[in-house]
């Protein structure tokens, strides 16, 4: 087969407007606090795990998530940094602790602290022999995030395979493919050194100058923002594209084309 | 310490019993010694295959509940001693046995074979769980279908999440002239989107049905049919051999024209 089999042939050819499906309404949450998150904070790394939707049910998914954020940086960490711990009220028992820090230990990471909001967390902690800080438990005032600004770009060296679905509350850089059935959703853009065959969010707080960027774009779907498209049957020859918003809705361009014609340099738009 | 290797593959019904039951009649072949572990409880099948169904007499559920010892469970192959097989429960549900239970069970084995093959069960629930347990290495079962694939996927990032590092491809159940007539996808299709090394491609084949029904691994006839041949390469790379793959294009043109087209290439 010479096409991909995976893809529906979709509506317009390249620079086209994109469909744009009806049905599609704006993002309510965006990102939110979504992923396993590595941030390196002066001598230590932050790690911080997703509030809990519901009570300790999905310990085994995060855990996984853990392994694979691990793996994505692995060529990056720093031997022997230390590591916060941040689990805001889930509940964590000293086995779990145990998994974490094991897993840490695998690339070289030492965890030394954890800062929870939940009592039986940190008394966990405490006995399996970390530093706690236990803070007040969390203002459920999640909208204040909305306006929070950008975290690091979260740097990904991966393929995101069916099933696996990478949040983050700025620009996302992944290293590899985005396979059908994974998906990325940015607040910010979403830049793919690979092959883009998932779907993909850019802007996803409703930012509509956001972009997406993928060395070959054969998208289940792509969106800005609160638009969605799908991607033409895909060229027989592949070249890097960019997905924008246009005045008629999602468009791509060939990298060059864009740099050339579309792309203005902030200090020129000012 | 043997090789533990667990033959999974999201979806049901890609092969993975048939590819278990002959992989280790065919390492066994190669003089190793094997054990498989059914871990699909409650849906056993991998004794039926071998053709040991009427020999078993305790499970894996009565190891780890001390009814018997592990080599009570263990059930010789009457025509190649270097293979054993310790049965899944039948009756009893999934949940009987933990992951912990099932490594230690795979764990114990691996001291004393050369192999331990795991059949996973289809899904990536409990029973998924527990088969990649104690696994090191696993063996990624897919037919040339995109929901096939799509499953594998899901299942090569969980093996990935899991720090099970070798992973390997079987494509099963390819057939030749849909590829040709674009109706089906190719291997490279499916490796484009896997990225994970190939280890096998078995073709769609009756006979794979018919051993199936007798109970008589394919590996096992004395001719060698193109199924039996590209589980038996499939051994033979997990022992380290270079073996080339098979052409299946040609072996499965029947047409003189294309045969002659062939000889004149
Ligand atoms: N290469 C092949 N050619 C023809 N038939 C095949 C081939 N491989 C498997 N089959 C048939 O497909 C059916 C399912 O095979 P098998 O039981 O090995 O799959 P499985 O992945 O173990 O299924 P489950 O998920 O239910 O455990 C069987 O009837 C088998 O004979
Ligand atoms: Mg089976």
Redesign the pocket.
Request: with cysteine; charged share 20%.
């Given at each position: 087969m010479n096409a991909d089999p995976l893809l529906k042939p979709a509506t317009s050819p390249v620079p086209e407007p994109q469909d744009t499906e009806p049905e599609s309404e704006a993002p309510r949450h965006g990102p939110g606090p979504s992923s396993v998150y590595f941030k390196s904070e002066r001598d230590k790394l932050l790690l911080t795990l997703p509030k809990p939707v519901e009570p300790n049910v999905a310990w085994l998914p995060l855990w996984e998530e853990l392994q694979q954020q691990i793996r994505a940086g692995e060529r990056f960490w720093q031997v022997n940094s230390e590591v916060e711990l941040i689990v805001s009220d889930r509940l964590l028992d000293q086995g779990q602790l145990q998994m974490i820090a094991a897993a840490l230990d695998q690339v070289q990471l030492k965890l030394k602290r954890v800062n929870t909001s939940r009592r039986q967390t940190a008394m966990a902690a405490a006995a399996a022999g970390y530093a706690v800080e236990q803070e007040s438990p969390a203002l459920p005032l999640q909208s204040a995030a909305n306006a929070a600004p950008l975290e690091n770009p979260l740097y990904l060296e991966t393929t995101i395979r069916s099933g696996t679905e990478i949040r983050h509350h700025g620009n996302v850089v992944i290293v590899g493919d985005i396979n059908p059935g994974g998906s990325v959703i940015a607040t910010g853009d979403i830049l793919v050194w690979g092959r883009l065959r998932g779907v993909a969010h850019a802007g996803a707080q409703g930012n509509p100058d956001c972009r997406i960027m993928a060395l070959q774009i054969e998208a289940t779907q792509l969106r800005i923002a609160n638009q969605v498209a799908r991607t033409p049957k895909p060229p027989a020859q592949f070249y890097p594209e960019v997905a924008y918003i246009s005045s008629e809705g999602i468009k791509l361009a060939s990298a060059t084309e864009f740099g050339k014609n579309i792309f203005v340099p902030p200090q020129e738009a000012l | 310490m043997g090789r533990i290797i667990v033959i999974t593959s999201g979806k049901?019904?890609v092969?993975?019993?048939?590819c278990?039951a002959n992989l280790g009649m065919a390492l066994a072949r190669l003089g190793k010694k094997v054990a498989l572990m059914d871990a699909?409880f409650g849906?056993r099948?991998?004794d039926l295959l071998l053709g040991l169904e009427n020999r078993v007499v305790y499970t894996a559920l009565d190891v780890v509940s001390g009814q018997c010892r592990l080599d009570q469970a263990l059930v010789k192959d009457k025509r190649q001693n270097q293979l054993v097989l310790l049965p899944a429960a039948q009756s009893r549900d999934k949940d009987a046995i933990t992951p912990d239970q099932m490594k230690q069970l795979a764990l114990e084995l691996s001291q004393r074979f050369d192999y331990v093959l795991v059949?996973?069960?289809?899904g990536i629930e409990m029973g998924f769980r527990n088969a990649i347990a104690a696994a090191q290495e696993a063996l990624v079962v897919t037919t040339p279908e995109i929901a096939a694939v799509r499953d594998a996927d899901r299942v090569v990032g969980l093996l990935e999440a899991n720090r099970i590092k070798t992973i390997n491809l079987v494509v099963n159940r390819l057939r030749p002239a849909m590829v040709q007539a674009n109706d089906m996808m190719s291997v490279q299709d499916v490796q484009e989107i896997l990225s994970i090394p190939l280890i096998g491609v078995i073709p769609d084949d009756e006979q794979v049905i018919v051993s199936t029904n007798k109970g008589e691994p394919l590996v096992l006839a004395d001719n060698l049919s193109l199924p039996g041949l590209a589980i038996s390469n499939v051994a033979r790379r997990l022992e380290g051999q270079k073996v080339d793959f098979i052409d299946l294009d040609a072996a499965y043109d029947k047409s003189l024209l294309a045969r002659v087209r062939r000889f004149f290439r």
């Open positions: - | 049901g019904g092969g993975k019993t048939t278990t699909d849906l099948n991998l059949d996973c069960p289809a």
